[in-house]
């Protein structure tokens, strides 16, 4: 069975949309719960979120695929909140990932995975 490593984190104040990100396969804009699933790694998340005090809510379940006996392993169910003009983000361990992006008024929510590629920033000498 294949384990899921998740990650969320919120990043600092992106404006008023979404940017476009490296890799970009296909942004999704979703009203308040409206579901939407979504390939992540070597599974599948399916999430919506709700117009909370302002704040995107949003709840993700996450699932990894059938193995080659079609023995599938246990799901992970995560909420957070994300603030307008903010965002989160979950991580496969093999580089896939979605953003979420709550819009103005929490209205509505951008969704975007992507393949993030690791780099080293040379020091100078």
Do not use: W
Request: aromatic share 8%; proline share 6%.
């Amino acid at each position: 069975m294949r384990a899921f490593i998740i990650a969320a984190s919120l990043a600092a104040s992106l404006g008023a949309a979404a940017p476009a990100i490296s890799g970009e396969t296909g942004r999704v804009i979703l009203g308040p719960a409206e579901g939407q699933s979504f390939e992540i790694g070597s599974g599948k998340a399916v999430g919506y979120y709700l117009a909370k005090n302002g704040n995107c809510k949003l709840t993700l379940t996450f699932a990894p695929k059938a193995n080659a006996e079609g023995v599938k392993g246990a799901g992970t169910r995560v909420s957070f909140q994300v603030a307008p003009g903010d965002n989160g983000m979950v991580e496969s361990p093999e580089g896939k990932s979605i953003m979420f992006f709550c819009e103005r008024d929490a209205k509505h929510m951008s969704v975007v995975p992507f393949k993030r590629i690791a780099y080293a920033t040379p020091k100078a000498s």
